[in-house]
């Protein structure tokens, strides 16, 4: 029992680390209006947590997914069980599991709301880098 304890509290650690590289992956490429949603207590969630961001164009949202894949890769060791979105353009899906990441234009983000879907979860925002 003791065993599975720390195994389950090595793997929230490893799931909050890769939330952390993916933010530095986004910051990396300027993203902005980042937020974090905490779904672990959400019953029925779909991942441990959402990562939320923006690109002002399809330039950046794509160069942003990039980014947040590199990034997830080289310092973690993670890649994506799967990736919507590329090409479109408006709105990028990365999928690792326990994070998923949803990488939007202004617009489209503001459509689907994600933040305002999930409001029971406790968010974080990350100031946006000048």
């Given at each position: ?46 991942a441990n947590y959402f990562v939320i961001c923006q690109g002002s164009s399809p330039a950046q949202v794509e160069a942003i997914a990039e980014s947040v894949s590199d990034f997830a890769r080289k310092k973690a060791g993670e890649k994506p ?50």
């Amino acid at each position: 029992m003791i065993f599975f304890i720390k195994h389950n509290l090595n793997l929230m650690e490893e799931t909050k680390q890769l939330v952390d590289i993916i933010t530095e992956g986004i910051q990396e490429k300027k993203g902005s209006g980042i937020v974090i949603a905490d779904l672990r207590e959400i019953e029925g969630s779909i991942a441990n947590y959402f990562v939320i961001c923006q690109g002002s164009s399809p330039a950046q949202v794509e160069a942003i997914a990039e980014s947040v894949s590199d990034f997830a890769r080289k310092k973690a060791g993670e890649k994506p069980v799967n990736v919507v979105g590329l090409g479109n353009d408006q709105w990028v899906a990365i999928d690792y599991v326990d994070v998923l990441v949803h990488i939007f234009q202004p617009e489209t983000r503001a459509f689907y709301d994600l933040e305002n879907l999930w409001e029971d979860a406790p968010l974080t925002k990350i100031a946006d880098i000048d």
